[in-house]
Every structure is written in C-alpha cells, then in structure tokens.
C-alpha cells in the first residue's frame, strides 16, 4: 500500500467513449503526476500539478484532459481515444515537485 | 539523451546478492541518483537515493563511485518477490525537471 489509489484497476472502452481515471493520495503531498507506460517502452511523463495547479504538459493529446480540484485528488478524462492509447495508466505523488515519487497501481486501458 | 546506461537484463539466484551497475558518466554536481523497481503490472516504487556518499536502508544499499560516474545497487539476500525490472535515474533534488525512467534492468531471481 503506497497512499496512492487508482480506480478503476482496468477499463475497456470504445473510441467514441467519455471515461474518467480517478487518483487519490492520502500522504499529505502537494504534487500529483500522470504518467503513461505503453508496452515495452518507458514510462512517459504526461502531467504534473503543484498545488493544483498545472505546471508541465508534455505535448499530451487534448483527448486527455487532466484535472486537479485539490491536492489529494486528480482525474484524467478521457475522450474519442485511439486503440494506440491503450497503456497502463500511473498516477504518482510527491510531497514538492522533483521528490521522490509514490506510484499507484495504475489504470490498464484498453481502447477497443 | 540518455543520462543512464544500465544492462537490459540481469539473473541472479535467491538467496545470493544481486548486483545492479548503472553508469552515469554526464551526471553534474547538483544531480543524484536514484533507483526506482517496477513489479509486474504494479506502479514503480522507490528504493533509494544519494548523491555522492554510499547509502543503505531496510530495502538496499547504493554504492556511488568516487567520480560519481556509476553506481551499484546491492540488494543484499534477493528473493523471488525481487523479480522486477529496475530503473536507474539521475536528476537535481529540486525543480522542475520531470523524472525520466528509461528501459531499466529486468532482474529475475532464480529459485
């Protein structure tokens, strides 16, 4: 258990869906990051909040929409996705941007 | 670029020190290095991390050479929940930098 809770564990939806990941951290931080892991390459950072408010958006599709209505809670909406973005979905936590990270267990998303 | 080299695969028998080199030769003085583990189908977790002296806690121990150049992560009696894939990163403490995992080691223990 890392204090970072990710719902749901796994979702499957077609490209014309509207969807929402869900992340929690109960350890007190002041950042929160999504982050992307598509099979066999890196982990890509895809957003980062400091006190809920955005400071890097590393050229993420607007068919992603982040959002961070307090500094326990963020949410990735998703919108008319591609098959390609099927990927195991992270969210992470922080106590200042640029510490270490707390991981949780992800989102596995399958785009059909 | 690639600030980190590690070795893409690694075995190592149970019981026995498993040994992760990681070679860094751009690192700059503010930057440390940090080890992360990714579990199958779980999120990375930390390890540990240091900047120029030899570091241990309950998890592992990271031994920095003295340019700093590489470094070695020791996990001192490896079981077979030590299976994961490793990631090596070097970074400055504080910023904005964003943390940047690239393809790690995938560590396997052997029964």
């Known amino acids: 258990e890392t204090g970072v809770t990710q719902t749901p564990r796994h979702l499957v939806m077609g490209m014309t869906n509207k969807k929402s990941l869900k992340c929690e951290q109960h350890l007190g931080h002041n950042a929160m990051y999504w982050y992307k892991q598509s099979a066999k390459k890196p982990l890509e950072l895809m957003f980062v909040?400091?006190?809920?408010?955005?400071?890097e958006n590393n050229s993420v599709p607007s068919r992603f929409s982040p959002e961070c209505p307090n500094s326990s809670h963020l949410f990735l909406h998703l919108h008319t996705l591609q098959p390609e973005d099927s990927a195991l979905y992270l969210c992470?936590?922080?106590?200042?941007?640029?510490?270490?990270?707390?991981f949780g267990s992800g989102t596995q998303l399958s785009v059909l | 670029d690639a600030k980190t080299t590690q070795p893409t695969s690694m075995d190592c028998a149970e019981g026995r020190a498993a040994n992760l080199p990681c070679n860094h030769s751009?690192?700059?003085?503010?930057?440390?290095v940090y080890w992360y583990r990714q579990i199958h189908s779980q999120g990375p977790q930390y390890i540990i991390h240091g900047l120029k002296n030899n570091e241990t806690n309950e998890m592992a121990s990271l031994i920095i050479t003295e340019d700093r150049k590489s470094s070695t992560l020791i996990l001192p009696h490896a079981t077979l929940r030590d299976t994961a894939v490793y990631y090596c990163?070097?970074?400055?403490?504080?910023?904005?930098?964003?943390?940047?995992f690239g393809t790690g080691t995938r560590l396997t223990i052997i029964p």
């Open positions: 992470a936590s922080s106590l200042l941007v640029g510490e270490k990270l707390f």
């Open positions: 909040y400091s006190l809920e408010e955005r400071v």
């Open positions: 751009t690192i700059s003085g503010n930057e440390y």
């Open positions: 990163i070097v970074r400055a403490y504080f910023g904005n930098e964003k943390l940047t």
